[in-house]
């Protein structure tokens, strides 16, 4: 079954930077600074270099199989049966990422902005959007996307007004790799989970005109290189604020910074940075479910909407549960998950392909040409 819209290298950066940029973004110069100290940047710097290279692996796959997404390749690559559970793995793997997104997401807003609004409203929110947001075609996605990434540089401009605050001191970068090179490398683990979205490229390749050509490349690199500078950025700026002793007790530096802000105009940019943060977080969720629905529609054989209906109704009900029991499970699950179902089975299904040799026609390049 071949996909039916195209989109075009920028459409590919619009919904893969959107993608990767989410709920990490808050608590990354946290995480980072547990490990690698004030050397969190350039952790964040390998693994985006990692993260390309793993790109090209899945368009090196995915350009075997010309219009065809994930859910269709694997049953050529390993068979009907074995090609099926791989569907079904990835498809809770999906779901399970937005359940994480919806937790943080819920537990954020409650700790900032609506302290005595009951978590499950704030779910049923998400969920409402959710559905509304993933019952439509790839160029509705496409359309939501291209108008949603204002936001992004949005975030970017607000932070500018942190080098009003007198307390930014530079020197908290320097000197630059004394953590140790074992520091920064143990760093890029905790610095994958923000990078998690490009597995989605396993997916929108097959939307891609001339998807086999390198030039359908350009998108996805220029939207990993753009995460990538982004995050860093947001890692150096949080370090040259807060003393590293501030960097280990607070859990959203970002936040924390932008709160303590003080400019005659505008009041609490932490809450301004967060409304728009909002924003990129349910494009974030838009683009896993829109996945995920096409997965179940079909794996089970039934139209897109009712897939995004089971979707939703799944993740609201799983969100619940691990909301009011221990978010850090959900979290340890995704760093195996995100390796496994990022890095080590796409490698594999590219080896069994060079080696077995499949690999589909397009009939779409060919009326193109």
Partial sequence: MTVKGRISSVNLFYVLAQTMIGVGLLSLPHQTHRTAGSDGWISILITGF??????????LLCRKFPNLTLFDFSKVIVG????????????????????????????????????????????????VLLIYGSICTIKNVISLF???????????LITFFVYHDP??????????????????????KDTFVSFI?????????????????ITALKGAFFAILFVTTFLMYIVMISTMMLSPEEMKITREPVLYILSAVEIRLLS?????????????????IISYSFSASMGISKLIRIKHKFAVMLAGTFVFIVSIIFYYMEVTLLEKWLKHFSLIFGVIIPTLLLFITIIFKREAASTYEEKEN
């Fill in 50 to 59: 990692f993260i390309q290279l793993i790109v090209l692996i899945i368009w």
């Fill in 80 to 127: 009907k049966t074995l090609g099926t559970v791989v569907n079904f793995l990835y498809i809770i793997y999906l779901l399970t990422i937005i359940c994480y997104i919806f937790i943080v997401y819920t537990d954020t807003l409650k700790r900032w902005i609506l302290p005595e609004t009951p978590g499950w409203i704030l779910l049923l929110i998400l969920f």
């Fill in 146 to 156: 291209s108008f949603l990434f204002l936001f992004i540089p949005l975030l970017f």
């Fill in 167 to 188: 307390s930014i001191d530079v020197r908290y970068l320097f000197p630059i790799g004394h953590s140790g090179g074992w520091n920064i490398l143990k760093g890029t």
């Fill in 197 to 213: 979205g490009y597995e989605t490229l396993l997916i929108y390749f097959a939307f891609m005109k001339r998807s086999k050509r």
């Fill in 268 to 284: 609490r940019l932490d809450l301004i940075f967060l409304s728009f943060w909002c924003m990129v977080v349910f494009a974030t």
